[in-house]
């Protein structure tokens, strides 16, 4: 019941409005595009309180450009009609297009007005289902609608209440037309504000400017446009001078424009954001020409292009302007169209553009450097970007209508449809037009980006492309431009640094540099960036030394020493696993644990090669060394472990303790779970938080380089010593139970030995390891892990060796079930030993 209660209304206004209250242009055809142009630009309004819009040629003039905008529309929609082969046989495009002035109340005037001329009512209200339904055909020719960015969002909030046709613009950025919730069947052919907010962003940080100013206006596309500028800069750091909003009524003798005048007059901004319409852009600009302020101007999409702005008197005297402009291209044949538009063309809005111009009295002469209104002139104000837009508007639509009524070069097989299918045919077309590629996301946004520009305002004309931000040739206008008042005092003199002042905003002040800094600059305004940086001799603040480097040195006596033993241990490691692997299958072989030996000899290896990534200066490979040995060593531990397992169950005889114990007899299992624990923290850490080399101050004219050790890598070391310590422990209490066993290699009690020295070395390093400041830091790291892994290799399998090399006649089956019955005849026990 609303929505039919509100259609009556619209019913109602649709009678109450006239034709001859709008200028528009009309072709009959079997589908109708409407379009809704801003023509004009200034209205007023009425005795009975109505607006109007100003379209007396005597009164005020259109403008070139809008009027072209109007004529590419009626251009690409003739061009389909008489395209060879048919694009759509049998069927002919139409076109109603008004003259909506930029406001927005009179838009949806005209587009209520629009529908009522290509709907019947009466057939609406018949229809069983109405006009409320999708799935429903209304009995209109209407099928499709194309709007400017002015009036986009009142007239999709308008007609997406009737499932209406899909609205098309040609040039709305805003990002809240993005929301398929609010306006479900709104489409376009240029870019989101998102994407060039971001863009802005990035030339910002690409000159490393610190503040800028934003200037919106009070309209979605301007309040949206700032809110987004204003959260990107916040969350990069750089800082927002001020955000002024301009109200509607915005004009050169408002309140408003003396207070921004005075604002930006005042402002340390090194970029000043002008996100509004080029009408309020030119107020702005000419205020500012005579108060003679220059900065770094930064245009939005609306004014970057504006021949209104570029033909400014002075406006080379403001300073660089960077522009932000949709992907252009021309529309193929449309210059030729235009140049030939008066021989025998006609349209409402051509006749009246005729008539404006024949009350001008000017010549037919034409010079495009000037730019006048005369129609030989007429291409001289084509522009490649919002008309390029409504080219593609006319192609997606008329592709989509191709492809839903399954046409081929000689017949359409459908004739009827709903809007609704018809948007959801354009919303999923891939169209490539003129080299251009387009395609819309889930919201209805192009697949289309923006384009860099940097205006040549010598020559007081729109400016070249830059290909890139990172372009010398932007580098180098930007230096040699005239600016000059940025962050309060841009350069300081050597030895002073720029500070923030306190009384907040962007401002800054040069500060002399403490005793122990300096400063210095290379005159180059591009890079005058004084920061204060550690020092060198007294006295001398603005001069550059470099500074000694400090890290453990090869060449360090500590150094030498850490290699020697470490060269030497990896050495004795290879003799041990060749006598191992020579005496495979001997007794004391299997008793140090056969295969298990050997991992746990590689995992010595590697520990020991890994001391060495501890000396030298750090890099981001050698910074790994901790993480590795925590991996490393809790693969010996566990080989260590599964061995006195195996011992226990071989050697005890107490019924409830081998019970147990078996249980736990899987050798890998046991090396496979602890290990494996390990490494998930190891490469946790690795992963998460990658160490790398860092330089920490230290004395006046010293760096200290070292890994970096963050809080969280704390974290991490220390998991990384309890863990494996836990283990250590484990170990030698088995070790320590089993040392009354009948061993005649001593395992047990050798292995808790081994295991006494690794937990006192870590409990005394680590504490040492985590406050020690100094180039030595890394040298007590590598001395816990030679002594944890000289003490497993000295304690577990060197004097396994001596015993392969010098007692062989213990290392023998014999010998051993003999020190077995002997222990047990000690004891008093029975013991049954086989041969």
């Not at 890079?527 to 090869?554: A, S």
Request: glycine residues 4%.
């Amino acid at each position: 019941m609303f929505l039919l209660r509100l259609f009556l209304n619209l019913l109602a206004v649709f009678h109450s409005c006239s034709e001859n209250d709008f200028l528009h242009a009309y072709l009959p055809g079997d589908i109708m595009i409407g379009g809704l142009i801003p023509i004009h630009q200034q209205t007023n309004r009425t005795e009975d309180r109505k607006m109007h819009c100003l379209f007396n040629a005597f009164i005020y003039r259109f403008t070139s450009q809008t009027f072209l905008h109007s004529q590419v529309m009626i251009y690409a929609i003739e061009e389909i009609n008489r395209r060879t082969p048919r694009l759509l046989p049998n069927l002919t495009l139409g076109y109603d297009i008004y003259d909506t002035c930029g406001d927005v109340s009179l838009a949806i005037r005209a587009a209520l007005q629009l529908l009522k001329n290509q709907s019947d009512p009466q057939s609406i209200f018949s229809s069983p289902c109405y006009f409320l339904m999708s799935d429903c055909i209304l009995v209109h020719k209407l099928q499709a609608m194309i709007v400017s960015y002015f009036v986009s969002k009142g007239v999709c909030k308008v007609l997406t209440s009737f499932s209406f046709p899909p609205q098309i613009s040609y040039a709305s950025t805003s990002e809240l037309l993005s929301m398929k919730y609010k306006f479900p069947t709104f489409l376009r052919t240029v870019s989101s504000d998102k994407y060039q907010t971001q863009a802005i962003l990035e030339l910002v940080k690409n000159f490393t400017w610190q503040s800028v100013v934003i200037v919106g206006s009070d309209d979605e596309y301007g309040k949206y446009g700032s809110d987004s500028l204003e959260k990107h800069f916040e969350e990069n750091n750089i800082c927002v001078d001020f955000v002024e909003i301009l109200p509607g009524n915005f004009n050169e003798n408002s309140s408003t424009a003396k207070d921004l005048i005075e604002k930006i007059t005042t402002s340390t901004a090194e970029a000043i954001i002008m996100f509004t319409k080029d009408a309020n852009v030119r107020i702005i600009l000419e205020a500012v020409i005579k108060q003679n302020i220059t900065r770094n101007w930064i245009a939005s999409d609306t004014w970057s292009t504006s021949p209104k702005i570029s033909e400014i008197k002075g406006i080379e005297l403001i300073g660089p302007v960077f522009g932000f402009i949709f992907s252009q291209n021309e529309v193929p044949g449309f210059q030729n169209y235009v140049r030939s538009l008066f021989n025998g063309t006609s349209n409402a809005i051509l006749r009246h553009y005729l008539l404006s111009i024949n009350n001008s009295k000017e010549d037919m002469e034409c010079n495009c450097q000037e730019k006048t209104s005369k129609p030989n002139c007429l291409h001289c104000y084509i522009d490649h970007g919002e008309s390029y837009g409504i080219y593609l508007a006319v192609q997606v639509i008329a592709e989509g209508l191709r492809s839903l009524l399954k046409c081929d070069h000689q017949s359409c097989e459908r004739t009827r449809f709903t809007p609704f299918e018809l948007f959801k045919e354009i919303s999923n077309i891939k169209l490539t037009v003129n080299n251009t590629t387009i395609n819309f996301d889930a919201n209805g946004d192009p697949s289309l980006g923006y384009d860099i520009m940097l205006w040549n305002t010598s020559e007081s004309k729109r400016g070249e492309f830059i290909k890139s931000m990172s372009d010398e040739h932007m580098l180098i206008i930007l230096c040699l431009s005239k600016v000059s008042v940025f962050n309060c005092s841009k350069k300081c003199q050597p030895g002073q640094i720029l500070k923030s002042k306190e009384l907040g905003g962007c401002c800054h002040e040069c500060s002399d540099c403490s005793s122990e800094e300096y400063s210095f600059g290379n005159g180059q305004c591009c890079f005058d960036l004084y920061l204060c940086l550690q020092i060198l001799p007294k006295g001398k603040r603005h001069t550059c030394v470099n500074k000694k480097e400090i890290f453990l040195e090869w060449s360090d006596p500590f150094s030498i020493i850490l290699s020697t033993m470490a060269a030497s241990a990896i050495v004795l490691t290879v003799v041990i696993a060749i006598i191992i692997g020579i005496n495979y299958g001997t007794p004391i072989v299997k008793a140090i644990g056969g295969c298990l030996c050997f991992v746990e000899l590689a995992s010595l290896l590697l520990s020991f090669c890994l001391t060495f990534t501890f000396i030298g200066k750090p890099t981001a490979h050698s910074c790994v060394g901790v993480p590795l040995f925590g991996i490393t060593f809790s693969l010996c531990i566990s080989c260590i472990l599964a061995n006195l397992i195996q011992i226990m169950v071989g050697f005890s005889f107490d019924p409830k303790i081998c019970s147990r114990i078996k249980k736990l007899n899987h050798p890998v299992a046991v090396v496979v779970i602890i290990s494996g624990v390990q490494v998930g923290v190891s490469l946790a850490w690795l992963i998460l938080l990658p160490r790398s080399p860092q330089k920490v101050p230290q004395l006046p004219d010293t760096i200290l380089y070292q890994c970096d050790f963050t809080n969280e890598s704390i974290n991490f070391f220390a998991t990384t010593v309890v863990y494996n310590s836990f283990w250590g422990f484990v170990c030698f209490i088995f070790a320590f139970r089993g040392r009354q066993l009948p061993d005649i290699y001593k395992n047990a009690t050798l292995i808790s030995l081994s295991m006494v020295l690794f937990l006192i070395i870590w409990i005394v390093i680590l504490p040492i390891y985590i406050n020690l400041q100094g180039k030595n830091k890394p040298a007590i790291c590598s001395v816990a892990i030679l002594i944890s892994c000289l003490s497993i290799l000295g304690c577990h399998l060197a004097p396994k060796c001596y015993i392969m090399l010098f007692r062989k006649e213990i290392n023998n089956q014999n010998a051993i079930s003999e020190y077995i019955r002997k222990h047990y005849e000690r004891k008093n026990l029975p013991v049954v030993t086989s041969s």
